[in-house]
């Protein structure tokens, strides 16, 4: 599961070397990806306490989420990385669909822990970006 985490470093890390990336941009990723993460953690509630309706909403916005990210991606600047992120939010919504349909808690924990990866990268980007900042030197 935790497979993804030297991926979700790499992805932090292209952000840093394209300087693609602004204060105002990851902090609307990090809402995005705290607002999955509330989603998921209730889809979980949901499922253990037998309340579907709940259940579904929760998955829901979860994918609605997860299509957000994905419609923020930029393959131009991003590359093979923005590509592995399509697909790897891709797979987290047929996994969210699965979760749906069978009430699986094994595959939503497995969900859990690939978002928790990408989240736990984009919150130690911007420590990132002052450190290359503060390298840089200053045109002359």
Do not use: C
Not at 63 to 85: H, K, P, S, T
């Amino acid at each position: 599961m935790r497979a993804y985490s030297k991926f979700a470093e790499s992805y932090g890390s292209v952000q840093v070397v394209t300087g693609v990336a602004t204060a105002d941009n990851i902090q609307l990723i990090q809402m995005l990806f705290d607002g999955l993460t509330e989603s998921l953690a209730s889809a979980k509630g949901h499922i253990q306490n037998n309340a579907i309706e709940g259940k579904s909403k929760a998955l829901s916005r979860a994918g609605r989420i997860v299509v957000g990210l994905q419609g923020a991606l930029d393959f131009e600047r991003g590359g093979e990385l923005a590509q592995n992120l399509n697909e790897l939010y891709a797979y987290v919504t047929r996994r969210l669909l699965h979760v749906n349909a069978y009430n699986d808690l094994s595959v939503l924990e497995e969900v859990q822990g690939l978002i928790q990866d990408i989240a736990q990268a984009w919150q130690t980007l911007p420590s990132l970006l002052n450190q290359t900042q503060s390298v840089r030197p200053y045109p002359n």
